[in-house]
């Protein structure tokens, strides 16, 4: 039988102490296989062969802490794309493969670009391609697999409404007991000044009102595998205090220590509610269109196919697919991007951003516990549960540390007085600060807690990433190896180039226009959109008509025009040396090159090519500048990919299979690099699997996210070095917080034996270091983009 998953939020985890005990605690049930706790975010989920859940929830409430169960994600029958998103079937790794070529006609533009794996680089490439067409959908699935990464912000925003919320400052149960701990502790002093014989009873009695609570949770988790718990640790300390006749101080010991689970309560807080706050953007209700009308629901009450209207300035309540209307959304919540998008019918839309100009109306796409932002905060809760190496060490090391310093405390009690007659209250007094400075919860969440920042501050920006190990490895990448199409380039052509023998630009880019007028290929779609930019009107065409492999023939104005690759052009009409020339310049530069004959006589030329990125240059220096190798791997021909690489100024290797990107990748291994591996293709698959680091962009396929350890949601070659950056910023904070948590505790050791601080400062220095170590951590989430 496979294992089944369940998550659970859970309420009151303060520390990474926290999520050890509920780990070992629920680790102990029968039928339990696999557990994983976050502090930052507030979950846990289980694997198990039929765990008795009722048994597993009791132990966890047992320890102290809120459980409840999260609902599970729902599966959309149609997933929306990602912001960005671009379709490509890069079975040939081409900027064509894949496009669904409908048109009624075939074109022959020697469009070297559009060449795949499996054929001949030296013959002309048609338009009717048998590359593979393009499914409508594939674009819109990518979300699906990006998501499935695993981070969770608030399991699912609008489904589960009865989730508990992170702790919050003042309301709740810790918050009143300090309080009344508080009390009590100002009501011994009071009394204490006035009847002074009651001393020490009215302390211990102070004392016992936050003692007891403590006490209980110390016992249980002890019953349930952690002997050695900051509860017993307090307790002990506590009991020994007042042994020794120093109720008063053991009473505000006990009172400080609350009042630090409390900070410390806060800190987590902090971190859990900087991406739960994701999903108050998706708004709370949704206008309903019901015949001709419209009725306000509650947005949580939508399913897939209902139609909403949404208007001016209001925030859009699901993810979906625009039916009726023409304008921006500013998709800033959800992408960072800060430019409006322009809309209309057919195009995806997502929860949470806004409606800047007209009303649209709008079919939802998804389910509300599935839509993009709910499904962002998954992966990301989801990542903060994996650990990363540097937390598994520190985890591992807290096993052995504190049973260490319990017997380090005992040595120091037991053997000044035993061995050189030193007096026992002192020393025994010392060891019992000791107790309580060897607490391991600042050492134990100085990772997870930068991690979770990290991650958390990573996903604000679209830079998603599978969990803290892979976090952990981008810092180390030495080389970075990028796909062409798609990813280091638009993927798909622009017009680049117009050149004129006869006549102006516009009257050349509008007959080719008018004869590409209907067709959805990709170099048609250049040139009309090229001329609708420039605002150039095409003129009526007539007797339009393909000729196979060659190009598209019609009558403009009473004029015979012919639009076709070179070769085809050749045969029609004669090509004088400098427009043999001026088409070789073009190809060399690894463009497309379109002929127009106006009546037999060449009227001038129109070069495509599939742009790089606008950022790509200025990234790719920038990731040389830092010491990374950088590399295109591509299936296109060498000499597109080389006129590409001249431009970016990366080495290339171009006319590649899968296996052969998966070998390079391998080489680069074995030459002692660490290599992350950049794409958005079926045919990238094999090379992100074997990278150290594989990276999705934005509008990649299932097969790339499902192998990718990390997703660009922007498209921007840039991010791939700002992850990078991220990573090394989030293992700099590790550092400084692993430092500050030792530190601390050294310094205050030492203190402690020499005599000069005791359990006050004992006690502050744990909570105060922890505190410190989670503030320290919540620095990333306010770190920019480089």
Known sequence: MSALKTRYRIEGMDCAACATKIDTAVRRVDGVAEVSVSVTAGT??????????????????????????????????????????????????????????????????????????????????????????????????????????????????????????????????????????????????????????LNPWIFIAALLVGLIPIARRAVAAAFAGTPFSIEMLMTIAAVGAVIIGASEEAAAVVFLFLVGELLEGFAAGRARDSIRALTALVPKTARLVEGSGTREVPAESLRIGDVILVRPGERIPADGEVLEGIGAVNEAPVTGESVPVAKQAGDPVFAGTVNAEAALTIRATTEPSDNTIARVVRLVEEAQESKAPTERFIDRFSRYYTPLVVVLAALVAVLPPLV??????????????????????????????????????????????????????????TAVAFDKTGTLTEGKPKVTDL?????????????????????????????????????????????A????????????????????????????????????????????????????????????????????????????????????????????????????????????????????????????????????????????APALAAADVGIAMGGGTDVALETADAAVLHGRVGDVAGMIDLSRATMRNIHQNITLALGLKAVFLVTTIAGITGL????????????????????LLGRKAD
């Open 545 to 684: 008509g393909a000729l196979g492999g060659e190009g598209v023939t019609g009558m403009v104005e009473g004029r015979a025009l012919f639009l076709g690759s070179p070769k085809a052009a050749a045969k029609r009409a004669s090509l004088s040396e400098a427009q043999r020339t001026a088409i070789g310049k073009l190809n060399d530069e690894g463009k497309t090159v379109a002929v127009l004959l106006v009546d037999g006589v060449v009227e001038g030329l129109i070069a495509m090519r599939d742009e790089p990125r606008a950022d790509a240059a200025e990234s790719l220096a920038a990731l040389k500048a830092a010491g990374i190798r950088t590399i295109m791997l591509t299936g296109d021909n060498e000499r597109t990919a080389k006129a590409i690489g001249a431009d970016l100024g990366i080495e290339v290797r171009a006319g590649l299979m899968p296996a052969d990107k998966q070998r390079i990748v391998g080489e680069l291994k074995a030459e002692g690099f660490t290599v992350a591996k950049v794409g958005d293709g079926i045919n990238d």
């Open 420 to 477: 050189a007659g030193a007096p026992w209250d002192e020393w025994i007094y010392k060891g019992l600060a000791i107790l309580l400075i060897g607490c391991p919860c600042a050492l134990v969440i100085s990772t997870p807690a930068a991690v979770a920042a990290g991650l958390a501050s990573g996903a604000r920006r679209g830079l998603l990433i599978k969990g803290g190990a892979v976090l952990e490895m981008l810092r180390t990448v």
């Open 760 to 779: 006050w400062p004992a006690i502050l220095a744990d909570t105060g270091a922890t505190v410190l170590v989670t503030a320290n951590a919540l620095r």
């Open 44 to 197: 846990m989920t289980v694997e198990h062969d039929g765990a008795d859940l009722a048994v597993l929830e009791k132990r966890v409430s047992g320890l102290g802490y809120g459980i409840a169960l999260l609902p599970a994600a729902a599966t959309p029958s149609v997933a929306p794309a990602l912001p960005e998103a671009k379709a490509h079937d890069h079975a040939h790794d081409s900027c064509c493969a894949g496009h669904d070529h409908d048109h009624d006609h075939a074109h022959g533009h020697e469009h070297d670009d559009c060449r795949g794996h499996d054929h001949d680089h030296a013959h002309d490439h048609d338009h009717a391609h048998d590359q593979g067409h393009h499914h409508p959908d594939d674009g819109h699935r990518w979300q699906r697999e990006s998501h499935h990464f695993g981070h969770q912000l608030e399991a699912a925003s609008a489904a589960a409404p009865a989730v508990p919320a992170s702790p919050s400052w003042l309301p709740g149960r810790k918050a009143r007991l300090t309080i009344i701990c508080g009390a009590a502790l100002v009501a011994a002093y009071v009394l204490g000044h006035f009847l002074p014989q």
């Open 499 to 543: 050149v004129v023998f006869a006549g102006d630009e516009a009257a050349l880019l509008a007959r080719a226009a008018a004869l590409e007028a209907g067709s959805t290929h990709p170099l048609a779609s250049a040139i009309l959109g090229d001329a609708a930019a420039r605002g150039i009107a095409s003129p009526a065409v007539s007797g």
